[in-house]
């Protein structure tokens, strides 16, 4: 199977830490444990760059990957875990919301989601904030390797109306060809404000 190399570059915890040398961005959101680190290193030909837990963490940064193919990879802080405070909530809003609407480098994004739950909320919301931003993005649905072959085409059924949809598990590998095509694709493809 393809993959990329990957390579941890930095953490910003604002504008200012960004790369300014123009390659092309590919974003990563989702909720907290939705398994975006596993999906980074499963990504990767070489050994983990990405930090996974089973416990939601609440890091405002946004973490810089550099890859062999010349696109940056952006991950994004999770969204949606039950505890923050409002303070962290809205420091969250304004950061990612910024870079999301503003960064200019910035070419798609993988809005990741938890395949057992195609339907939540503040997924549905992010993917009309992503849709309405303009830029290509997909649905990754994740952890496919935990739903039977029925329930997981209900899934990817669910979850298009959120956009377009790839399944991928980062236990099986399933999707991992499809999502670096996709990725590869976008990052190639000039934005019209490039
Ligand atoms: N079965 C299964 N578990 C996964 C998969 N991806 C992640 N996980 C588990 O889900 C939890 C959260 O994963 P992590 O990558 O840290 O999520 P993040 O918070 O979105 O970065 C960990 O316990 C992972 O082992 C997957 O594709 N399949
Ligand atoms: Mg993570």
Redesign the pocket.
């Known amino acids: 199977m393809a993959k990329l190399r990957i390579e941890f570059l930095k953490s910003c915890p604002g504008k200012t830490g960004l790369p300014v040398d123009g390659l092309p961005e590919m974003a990563f959101i ?10 980074i ?2 990504l990767n030909s070489g050994p983990k760059v ?5 416990r ?2 609440c890091t405002q940064y946004i973490n810089i990957f550099t890859t062999n193919k010349n696109f940056y990879i952006a991950d994004l802080p ?1 969204y949606g875990f039950a505890k923050a405070p409002d303070r962290l909530r809205r420091q969250w809003t304004e950061w990612i919301g910024w870079y999301l609407r503003e960064r200019q480098t910035l070419r798609g994004t993988i809005l ?1 989601v938890d395949s057992r739950h195609p339907d939540l909320e503040n997924d549905l919301s992010m993917a009309r904030f992503l849709r309405e931003g303009g830029k290509p993005y997909i649905i990754a649905l ?5 739903l039977k072959r029925n329930k997981l085409a209900q899934s990817v059924r669910t979850a298009g109306e959120m956009g377009p949809v790839i399944p ?5 590998g399933n999707g991992m060809n499809e999502l670096l095509k996709w990725l590869t694709t976008a990052t190639a493809t000039h934005s019209a404000r490039s």
């Not at 990405?50 to 089973?54: D, L, Q």
């Not at 994740?142 to 935990?146: E, L, M, P, V």
């Open positions: 989702g909720r907290s444990n939705v398994g975006k680190s596993s999906l290193n499963r990405a930090r996974t837990s089973s939601p963490g999770g990741l994740t952890k496919s390797d935990k991928v598990s980062s236990v099986d």
